[in-house]
């Protein structure tokens, strides 16, 4: 009976300041609230464990609806399969619930008319380096379409699962125009991944598919990798690589850290190799990654107590600094593979031929 009472009381006490608001002060409260409610359905709905090809198109073409520490990116890196050829385009873009600086330019949190404010990245290396596409942008989605323009320079990527396309323009050029297509044979197409501890953790979504166009009027044909992943909370150190090889197998590793001081903890860390001559992946345990030098670093990677032994070579790089609450480095390297050694699995290293990939290390802590 006293639960009961005290309850009562304190909706009958809301009752009565809200009545006493003025009818402006009552719409604001109202729209604040539904504001407030629409975050956090948001957030329980990236929470949930997704599965399905039917969920892919619609998380990756909309809006979240960001918490205060939340952030949303598009990745893409797409990479030859033509052997030798170190050619590699990467895109990436945007937004964050409040103001954010990357590489010292502040982008003003902002959404007008289906629109989010951000920022765009596209740059390739053919025998050099080239940043194609750079700064402050708008983003807008709708239903199969994502487009983010910056005056005469945009990227357009559209489509529904399992047929995509990119265009990039630059001063109204078109730079590269591709198809993107789910690959024949049977390796995972797509993947989901949701890690959340209460308020705090990222899902995202990963398709691995083939492409074929033209990027700067030449003939480009490949791997490609294209992933939303949304974060809520902090940006945490990470190193993480994805090599191609020209006969279509796949190298990846990845292992997010926690750096405080002389502190370096490990929270996860795991290789994978994906054999295309045998349709089958092969997945180790116990990574280290080691890397010598500043200027085009050389890497190695090994696992699973060095029966696996991968070195790496990196030619062209390019860096992130966000900035908000923290700052945060995160450098891109296109790396070439030096030699490659597995034991204990039944993969013929001969016949990759060449590889050709990303690595990632990123470093320090931004909200």
Same mark, same amino acid.
């Given at each position: 009976?006293k639960?009961?009472?005290?309850?009562?009381?304190?909706?009958n006490?809301?009752n009565?300041d809200?009545?006493?608001?003025?009818?402006?002060?009552?719409?604001?409260?109202?729209?604040?609230?539904k504001?407030?409610?629409?975050?956090?359905?948001?957030?329980?709905?990236?929470?949930?464990?997704?599965?399905?090809?039917?969920?892919?198109?619609?998380?990756?073409?909309?809006?979240?609806?960001?918490?205060?520490?939340?952030?949303?990116?598009?990745?893409?890196?797409?990479?030859?399969t033509?052997?030798?050829?170190?050619?590699?385009?990467?895109?990436?873009?945007?937004? =964050?619930?409040?103001?954010? @600086?990357? %590489? !010292?330019?502040?982008?003003?949190? $902002?959404?007008? +008319?289906? #629109?989010? &404010?951000?920022?765009m990245?596209?740059?390739?290396?053919?025998?050099?380096?080239?940043?194609?596409l750079?700064?402050?942008?708008?983003?807008?989605?709708?239903?199969?379409n994502?487009?983010?323009?910056?005056?005469?320079?945009?990227?357009n990527?559209s489509?529904?699962?399992?047929?995509y =396309?990119l265009?990039?323009? @630059?001063? %109204? !050029?078109?730079?590269?125009n591709? $198809?993107?297509? +789910?690959? #024949?044979? &049977?390796?995972?197409?797509?993947?989901?991944g949701?890690?959340?501890?209460?308020?705090?953790?990222?899902?995202?979504?990963?398709?691995?598919?083939?492409?074929?166009?033209?990027?700067?009027?030449?003939?480009?044909?490949?791997?490609?990798?294209?992933?939303?992943?949304?974060?809520v909370g902090?940006?945490?150190?990470?190193?993480?690589?994805?090599?191609?090889?020209?006969?279509?197998?796949?190298?990846?590793?990845?292992?997010?850290?926690?750096?405080i001081?002389?502190?370096?903890?490990?929270?996860?860390?795991?290789?994978?190799?994906?054999?295309?001559?045998?349709?089958?992946?092969?997945?180790?345990?116990?990574?280290?990654?080691?890397?010598?030098?500043?200027?085009?670093?050389?890497?190695?990677?090994?696992?699973?107590k060095?029966?696996?032994?991968?070195?790496?070579?990196?030619?062209?790089?390019?860096?992130?600094?966000?900035?908000?609450i923290?700052?945060?480095a995160?450098?891109?390297?296109?790396?070439?593979?030096?030699?490659?050694?597995?034991?204990?699995?039944?993969?013929?290293?001969?016949?990759?031929?060449?590889g050709?990939?990303?690595v990632?290390?990123?470093?320090?802590?931004?909200?």
């Amino acid at each position: 009976m006293k639960i009961k009472k005290i309850t009562d009381d304190v909706f009958n006490t809301l009752n009565q300041d809200v009545e006493i608001l003025s009818s402006v002060e009552r719409k604001k409260m109202k729209e604040k609230i539904k504001r407030i409610d629409s975050k956090y359905n948001s957030l329980v709905e990236l929470k949930k464990t997704k599965k399905s090809m039917h969920e892919i198109d619609p998380m990756f073409f909309c809006f979240e609806d960001l918490p205060p520490t939340g952030k949303e990116y598009w990745f893409m890196k797409f990479v030859s399969t033509k052997s030798k050829d170190k050619r590699q385009l990467l895109v990436m873009f945007g937004d =964050s619930s409040g103001d954010i @600086k990357v %590489n !010292k330019k502040k982008i003003i949190s $902002k959404e007008d +008319k289906g #629109k989010r &404010n951000g920022y765009m990245t596209a740059w390739s290396y053919n025998d050099k380096k080239d940043l194609i596409l750079d700064g402050e942008s708008s983003i807008s989605t709708k239903a199969n379409n994502i487009l983010v323009s910056n005056k005469q320079n945009r990227i357009n990527y559209s489509g529904k699962f399992p047929n995509y =396309s990119l265009n990039l323009f @630059k001063e %109204n !050029k078109e730079i590269a125009n591709f $198809k993107i297509t +789910k690959p #024949k044979n &049977n390796s995972n197409s797509f993947e989901f991944g949701s890690h959340f501890k209460s308020f705090a953790g990222f899902a995202l979504i990963n398709l691995y598919f083939d492409f074929t166009g033209e990027l700067n009027g030449e003939d480009f044909t490949g791997k490609c990798y294209v992933q939303k992943v949304v974060v809520v909370g902090p940006f945490i150190p990470w190193y993480w690589g994805r090599i191609v090889f020209s006969n279509g197998s796949i190298l990846t590793y990845f292992e997010p850290r926690i750096e405080i001081s002389i502190l370096n903890h490990k929270i996860s860390s795991e290789l994978k190799f994906y054999d295309n001559t045998k349709d089958k992946t092969y997945t180790f345990q116990g990574l280290t990654v080691n890397k010598f030098g500043k200027t085009d670093p050389r890497w190695v990677i090994t696992a699973d107590k060095g029966k696996v032994f991968v070195s790496l070579k990196s030619y062209s790089s390019h860096k992130f600094i966000f900035e908000k609450i923290g700052k945060f480095a995160y450098i891109e390297y296109l790396s070439e593979v030096t030699d490659i050694f597995m034991k204990g699995c039944d993969v013929n290293t001969n016949k990759l031929d060449s590889g050709f990939g990303l690595v990632e290390d990123a470093r320090g802590y931004v909200l």
